[in-house]
């Protein structure tokens, strides 16, 4: 595959609470996530997140809290990965998410995972409601992990599931003023439209969701 750089615009990395701090593969991350372990703000309580601002590569990384590491399954991290897009609710763009091979699931287990809490649970329908702004949304997701392994179909096939759920989800908000047979039939083949995703290697990293 082609070597592309990425810049995302945040960095998940999931953190157990066995653990002080979560892996980085970069040590003067590393340095930063330990000092504030040792100050008492990392905690890997399930849903818990953390956000770390820092200058040069990824402006933002955010330490997502997955609970106890014996009872991690595919549930506590689409939570984590729901909590993470929330607290990006002000950010949106690219988010990436470091696969974990310490985790008891596998590479594809964590990817999908990671996909349908960030896509279903970034689901917001502030669009319908005039007192609130819609928030700014996760344009694409971006794995990290040891090795592929099918990981990039897994998360993309993932990701096209959610994103017609979410359609679904807006028929069901709209009102009916605005959904018309005639808008519902539009917005039918509109739909199929979808854009596809590529796949690009760093460091085997998957490229799993654009909107």
Same mark, same amino acid.
């Given at each position: 595959?082609?070597?592309?750089?990425?810049?995302?615009?945040?960095?998940?990395?999931?953190?157990?609470?066995?653990? =002080?701090?979560?892996? &980085?593969?970069?040590?003067?991350?590393?340095?930063?996530?330990?000092?504030? $372990?040792?100050?008492?703000?990392?905690?890997?309580?399930?849903?818990?997140?953390?956000?770390?601002?820092?200058?040069?590569?990824? &402006?933002?990384?955010? $330490?997502?809290?997955?609970?106890?590491?014996?009872?991690?399954?595919?549930?506590?991290? /689409?939570?984590?990965? #729901?909590? *993470? *897009?929330?607290?990006?609710?002000? *950010?949106?763009?690219?988010?990436?998410?470091?696969?974990?091979?310490?985790?008891?699931? +596998?590479?594809?287990?964590?990817?999908?995972?990671?996909?349908?809490?960030?896509?279903?649970?970034?689901? =917001?329908?502030?669009?319908?409601? %005039?007192?609130?702004?819609?928030?700014?949304?996760?344009?694409?997701?971006?794995?990290?992990?040891?090795?592929?392994?099918?990981?990039?179909? %897994?998360?993309?096939?993932? $990701?096209? *599931?959610?994103?017609?759920?979410?359609?679904?989800?807006?028929?069901?908000? #709209?009102?009916?003023?605005?959904?018309?047979?005639?808008?519902?039939?539009?917005? #039918?083949?509109?739909?199929?439209?979808? /854009? +596809?995703?590529?796949? &690009?290697?760093?460091? #085997?990293?998957?490229?799993?969701?654009? /909107?």
């Amino acid at each position: 595959m082609e070597e592309v750089e990425i810049e995302p615009d945040a960095l998940a990395l999931p953190l157990t609470e066995d653990d =002080s701090t979560p892996r &980085s593969n970069d040590a003067q991350l590393d340095g930063k996530l330990k000092q504030l $372990a040792d100050d008492g703000e990392l905690r890997g309580e399930l849903g818990k997140t953390v956000v770390l601002h820092r200058d040069g590569g990824t &402006s933002r990384v955010v $330490a997502a809290g997955v609970g106890k590491r014996a009872d991690v399954d595919a549930d506590a991290i /689409r939570t984590a990965a #729901s909590a *993470v *897009v929330r607290r990006l609710r002000d *950010v949106g763009g690219t988010l990436a998410w470091l696969l974990d091979d310490s985790l008891p699931l +596998s590479f594809g287990e964590q990817a999908r995972a990671v996909v349908e809490g960030a896509v279903l649970g970034g689901y =917001s329908p502030a669009r319908w409601k %005039t007192e609130e702004q819609p928030r700014k949304p996760i344009e694409k997701i971006v794995l990290f992990a040891a090795e592929q392994n099918g990981v990039a179909e %897994t998360a993309r096939r993932t $990701a096209r *599931v959610g994103k017609w759920v979410n359609w679904a989800r807006d028929l069901a908000n #709209s009102p009916p003023n605005e959904l018309t047979p005639a808008d519902l039939a539009r917005r #039918s083949w509109a739909a199929r439209g979808c /854009r +596809s995703v590529q796949s &690009s290697r760093t460091r #085997s990293t998957s490229s799993a969701w654009e /909107r």
